[in-house]
C-alpha cells in the first residue's frame, strides 16, 4: 500500500519554536492520468472518453457556480461561493475587484472517512531536497571561485539539474553591490555538475567583483521551488592598467560591495603584461594582515610577505619568473578589511590581477 508522506518543517509563527507537519504529494495526477484509470476500473469507456467527461464535468460545475448555484458530488464534494467584500455600511456597493468572488471547496465527510480508512502516514526526514553547490572552480585558470568571463565556470554538488529548455529552474550569478543575471550558455546540466560559461553583470565600481551563485530548481512539475546557494564568494579578475608608467592610474583591490576600495594599486614595476594574484592573510593571533603576491597556481611561487598592521602605503615584492618587480599600494580601510577576510572568507581573501604595462 502506498504511504502519504509527510516532513516536520518549523512554524515561522510560534514562540517558542514549534514544528508543523506538511504533506508532500507524491505526484500530481491531472484529467489524462484519472481518465485512464477511469477507463481502467469501468472496462466499458476508452480513456478519451472519460478525459470529455471529465472535461464536461469541470465546464458545467463553473457555469452552475456562474450562475450562482452551489454544487454538490454527493458523499464528496461541495462547490460553493463567498466574497471577500469589506463594507462600511449596508447600503455601499461591492468594490470593483476581480478576486473578490472566491471558490471554496469542502470535502463530505464520508469522503473524508473513505481516504482516512485507507491512509497510512510515512514520516521523511527535516531535511528536505535542495539543490547544493559544493564547489565552483573556473576551468581556463584551474582556480577555485574564481569568475573569469573567458573560461568556462564548474559547479559540483548535488540535487543542480534543470531543465532549462522547459524554464524548470535557473542558475543565476549575482554582484554583492548589484547586478543579478540568470545564465543562458550551458555545456552540460545535471544532478551533479553544471558548466556555463559565465555571463557576468556589471557592478556600481571596478573594484565591485565579488559575487554569489545560485541554482533554482523544481523537482516535480507543480512541486515548490527550492533553491542553493554557494556558501563561498567568487571573484573576477580585476585589470590593472599601466603598472609600469609614471602616473598610473589607481585600481581597488581586495573590496566587497563596499562604496569605497579597501585597498587600491597606485604603482609598481612589470616588464610584461601577465597574470598574478594577490593573497591576504588574516593572522589572528598577531593582530594583523598578510600580504603576498602569488603565481596563477595554488601551491606556486610566491613572493615574500609583508606585514600590514594598518592603513598606509607598502610596497609587495615579485616572485621568481614573474615579470612584475613590484607592487605598491596603498591600505585604505584597514578595519573594514579585517572584518571582510575574517566574516567572509574564512581568514584568507585571494584576487586574480591582470597586470597590463600600458
Known sequence: MATIQWRPEVNALTTPQSYRARVLPRNVIGNDELAAEI????????????????????????KHLANGDQVTQEDALTYSLSLTAKLDSPDDPLPDEDDML??????????IAEVRQGAKLERLPLAEKVPVIASAEDNRLKLADVLFAQ??????????FFDETEESGECVIEGTQSGRTVQNQYAMISNSAILLVPNIPAQAHPWNNEYTVSVS??????????SGTYRRRLRSPLTV????????????????????????INGGLTSADTLLRIQVILDLQGGRLLFSLLDMQEGGAAGAEVIVPQNGEYILPGFASSP??????????????????????????????????A
Open 39 to 62: 477507463a481502467a476500473e469501468l472496462d466499458v469507456i476508452s480513456p478519451d472518453v472519460a478525459r470529455l467527461v471529465i472535461t464536461t464535468e469541470k465546464k458545467l460545475i463553473a
Open 102 to 111: 472566491k471558490v471554496r471547496i469542502y470535502a463530505s465527510k464520508p469522503f
Open 151 to 160: 573560461g568556462v565556470l564548474k559547479l559540483t554538488g548535488s540535487n543542480l
Open 217 to 226: 530548481t523544481h523537482y516535480t512539475e507543480h512541486g515548490t521551488p527550492r
Open 241 to 264: 592598467p599601466g603598472l609600469g608608467s609614471p602616473n598610473p592610474p589607481g585600481t581597488g583591490i581586495l573590496t566587497g560591495s563596499s562604496a569605497f576600495a579597501h585597498v587600491s
Open 324 to 357: 612584475v618587480t613590484s607592487v605598491e599600494i596603498t591600505v585604505n580601510n584597514y578595519a573594514a578589511l579585517w572584518d571582510m577576510i575574517r566574516n567572509d572568507y574564512g581568514g584568507r581573501l585571494v584576487d586574480v590581477l591582470d597586470v597590463r604595462v
